[in-house]
């Protein structure tokens, strides 16, 4: 039954759309209930629950971080948290000045390559929304050095790579608490795209129990059976509550289906949502 999309974005953060159509769109594929699930960013949240109120959708405020893992980035998504809670606005704050410093060195860095990067156009240009990898991505495209933003990515953008630099990161443990002081449920997000050994996936599951984290996100677009299987019964084991998101960046990522993932393998019910809620 195809009725949650726990992890969306919107042009507040890395997606095409703005939260109004996200919302509209969301209510003409027939889903009960969308998180609007912007990067480091709240901003998105309130013009997507008027839209949702307008279109009659419910609509989930939350949030996606990234945390460092042994020199790797894992996701912590949020969920029905205070978007004016103190303590949460100081961590975006920092997260946002921080991004702006990386944002800056990866500027100089295209642009030593002949590539023109001006961070104040791009951000009047995204006007509201938190700058990053994505965009530098898009500017790649139209500068026709890659083929799409995925492109992008892999060729320049991802670790490793040669217009790369790392963020400062927040640990699991203070992303968790955070979200958790601010009243919302913490959720680490697509646990397969980390590419973890189980060693580390284990104790990734383990501190999570341990800080509180509520949920695994086990249902994801590309997941088969077997993953999904995995994830459930991990899931399980240490207490989480499985959740479901699409990761829907719209004309970004156009692969991906909002609810329904990249072939039709997402498909939730609105259950999964009541026990994240109900969970401790």
């Known amino acids: ?15 095409s759309e703005t939260p109004e159509n996200t919302v509209r769109y969301a209510k003409e594929l027939g889903l ?10 709240v901003g998105g949240i309130a013009a997507a629950k008027t839209a949702g109120e307008k279109y009659g959708l419910e609509i989930v405020g939350g949030l996606e971080l990234g945390c460092g893992w042994y020199g790797k980035e894992v996701h912590m998504l949020a969920y029905d948290f205070d978007p004016c809670n103190k ?11 921080d991004r702006n410093e990386r944002n800056e060195k990866m500027a100089k860095l295209i642009s030593a390559d002949g590539i023109r990067i001006d961070l104040a156009e791009l951000e009047e240009r ?8 994505p965009h530098f ?75 509180g984290v509520a949920g695994l996100e086990c249902y994801y677009s590309g997941y088969g059976e077997q993953q999904v299987a995995e994830y459930l019964a991990r899931a399980k084991e240490y207490g989480l509550c499985a959740t ?6 719209g004309k970004h990522k156009p692969h991906i289906q909002l609810g329904s993932g990249i072939k039709g393998e997402l498909c939730a019910p609105y259950e999964l949502l009541q026990k994240l809620r109900e969970h401790d």
Request: aromatic letters at 8%; proline letters at 2%.
């Open 1 to 15: 039954m195809r009725e949650i999309d726990l992890h969306v974005h919107t042009n507040i953060s890395d997606g």
């Open 32 to 41: 009960k209930a969308i998180a609007i699930t912007d990067h480091d960013n």
């Open 87 to 97: 303590w949460l606005r100081a961590t975006l704050g920092w997260i946002i000045t």
């Open 126 to 133: 995204h006007k509201g929304s938190s700058i990053g990898r």
């Open 137 to 211: 991505a898009l500017c790649l495209v139209e500068a026709g050095v890659a083929r799409d933003v995925q492109d992008a990515f892999k060729r320049f953008l991802d670790p490793g790579c040669k217009y790369y630099i790392r963020r400062n990161f927040l640990t699991i443990e203070e992303a968790a608490e955070t979200i958790r002081g601010a009243g919302g449920k913490p959720v680490i997000a697509h646990p397969g795209q980390y590419k973890l050994t189980e060693e580390r996936m284990t104790e990734l599951m383990q501190r999570a129990e341990k800080c």
């Open 244 to 249: 479901a998101g699409s990761d829907w960046h």
